[in-house]
Nanobody
Framework: QVQLVESGGGLVQTGGSLSLSCTAS????????MGWYRQAPGKQREMVAR???????NYADSVKGRFTLSRDNTRKTVYLQMNSLKPEDTAVYYC?????????WGQGTQVTVSS
């Protein structure tokens, strides 16, 4: 059974930094694209950043220049470094991955940025 295990998140002040990580576990030998989405209260889930198996990245305009997405294919892990955080970055962040043609999601981790 495939699972995405997230870690990181928490509470930080405006301008601070946080990092998230997500590891694919279970019967997984390779992972296609990976990434992060987020959902703020009362809003739709939105893409934050995605990275292909070859390392090509795609960022939401709202996080470009502040967030950096990377991955370690050997560890089947994706990392999101979030700098210069703003209150509007407050949301539940969800890891996602395409594995053997299927879409998988993590359980979500809370990121709260205080003003």
């Amino acid at each position: 059974q495939v699972q995405l295990v997230e870690s990181g998140g928490g509470l930080v002040q405006t301008g601070g930094s946080l990092s998230l990580s997500c590891t694919a576990s279970g019967r997984v030998f390779s992972v296609n694209s990976m990434g992060w989405y987020r959902q703020a209260p009362g809003k739709q889930r939105e893409m934050v950043a995605r990275i292909s198996s070859s390392g090509s990245t795609n960022y939401a305009d709202s996080v470009k220049g502040r967030f950096t997405l990377s991955r370690d294919n050997t560890r089947k892990t994706v990392y999101l470094q979030m700098n210069s955080l703003k209150p509007e970055d407050t949301a539940v962040y969800y890891c996602t991955a395409v594995i053997y043609g299927g879409d998988y999601w993590g359980q979500g981790t809370q990121v709260t940025v205080s003003s």
